[in-house]
């Protein structure tokens, strides 16, 4: 199936649409429930003010990508790196900076 220079608005349920390309495509306000991105790429895409609840990301990499103001809450981080720095050390040296502080 294709669907190139069209302005419409899809309603996909219960499908298997893996192996899909999609190109230069506006997606926003979109919504994606019960969705396997598993192995999924995605590059040069614009997610910001997106809200990702009960997901999956282990094993994720993320580079070169802009995370101002991100918050994570609730989440599970064992293993988790940031530039190469183990989020637990990240931790623990905040800990240890702020009991030296007397804070």
């Not at 069209?6 to 190109?23: G, P, T």
Request: no cysteine.
């Amino acid at each position: 199936m294709e669907v190139h220079d069209r302005r419409d608005v899809l309603d996909v349920r219960n499908a298997i649409v893996s192996n899909s390309s999609f190109d230069d495509v506006n997606l926003s306000n979109t919504r994606f429930h019960d969705v396997n991105l598993s192995a999924a790429r995605i590059q040069r895409t614009n997610l910001s003010n997106t809200k990702v609840e009960d997901a999956n990301l282990s094993n994720a990499y993320f580079t070169d990508v802009n995370m101002t103001n991100v918050k994570i809450e609730n989440a599970q981080v064992a293993g988790m790196m940031i530039n190469g720095i183990s989020l637990d050390d990240l931790f623990q040296a905040y800990e240890t900076a702020k009991t030296a502080g007397g804070n």
